[in-house]
């Protein structure tokens, strides 16, 4: 899509994440290459069928510790007794989408720099069959271990992009055949639950501080608004990610 030149760069990083949930999704992907598996002795996950099979893959890999040693490396984290590191391809430079076909949908997020509310975000997405989610190089939290964390393995299940350009990206999409929904309470906007979102279609979201860019605001073909009951003007980012992505859902399944 974006000229060779101008592609992000993709370091193949190690990165880490803890909890049984999460850990499982590394494993039972083939996207990672698993650098270490560290377990607590005599923890609830040695006793788990689901872990210790997928272990027989990763023998020397895996490392037991007793809880004076773990808990030292670990602190407080909520591990429950496990901790894995790997590394591979998380985020993806994007390709063109002409050829795709009925209903598809790409999350747009731009300015969400909390890595609680992007990794929220990955796992609503995952949840609500979203296709693939679209984040700026810049101005973005990125692909960090705590948004991994939040996201609960969720991010082993989506296709991340990162592109320099949302403006350009938008339009090249265009091209493509989608339309443009962006999440904002613009005097243009109507409610979310009156918008069509069958089709190729991408959604954009904004942090709640800055919003979204004017310039990709002004790119996109609709505006969609959550109106509120409360003394809240709006909702959380994730929040209101959810709320629409959900209802993309109730209609692409009904």
Not at 5 to 30: A, T, W, Y
Not at 48 to 69: E, G, M, R
């Given at each position: 899509?974006?000229?060779?030149?101008?592609?992000?760069?993709?370091?193949?990083?190690?990165?880490?994440?803890?909890?049984?949930?999460?850990?499982?999704?590394?494993?039972?992907?083939?996207?990672?290459?698993?650098?270490?598996?560290?377990?607590?002795?005599?923890?609830?996950?040695?006793?788990?069928?689901?872990?210790?099979?997928?272990?027989?893959?990763?023998?020397?890999?895996?490392?037991?510790?007793?809880?004076?040693?773990?808990?030292?490396?670990?602190?407080?984290?909520?591990?429950?007794?496990?901790?894995?590191?790997?590394?591979g391809e998380i985020v993806k430079t994007l390709a063109s989408f002409k050829a795709i076909e009925g209903n598809y949908c790409l999350l747009i997020v731009d300015n969400v720099t909390d890595p609680q509310n992007f990794g929220q975000i990955i796992r609503t997405a995952e949840c609500a069959g979203v296709d693939g989610i679209i984040i700026p190089e810049r101005n973005s939290v990125g692909m960090t271990d705590t948004v991994l964390q939040v996201s609960q393995g969720a991010f082993c299940n989506m296709t991340i992009y990162s592109v320099i350009n949302l403006n350009q990206t938008l339009s090249q999409l265009k091209k493509d055949d989608f339309w443009s929904i962006a999440v904002e309470n613009g005097i243009d906007a109507k409610p979310w639950d009156q918008i069509d979102y069958k089709g190729k279609i991408a959604i954009v979201v904004g942090s709640e501080g800055q919003g979204i860019k004017p310039l990709v605001l002004k790119s996109c073909d609709f505006q969609a608004t959550i109106p509120m009951q409360g003394e809240m003007e709006s909702l959380n980012v994730s929040a209101a990610t959810a709320v629409v992505l959900f209802e993309r859902l109730r209609q692409i399944i009904n």
């Open positions: 899509m974006e000229k060779s030149r101008s592609k992000p760069k993709i370091r193949d990083e190690i990165h880490q994440i803890f909890g049984i949930n999460g850990v499982l999704s590394v494993l039972k992907s083939d996207k990672y290459q698993i650098q270490t598996i560290d377990i607590l002795e005599k923890s609830s996950v040695t006793n788990s069928a689901n872990i210790t099979d997928l272990l027989k893959n990763h023998i020397s890999q895996t490392q037991y510790f007793n809880p004076d040693i773990f808990h030292r490396k670990y602190g407080d984290k909520r591990t429950q007794g496990i901790s894995v590191s790997f590394s």
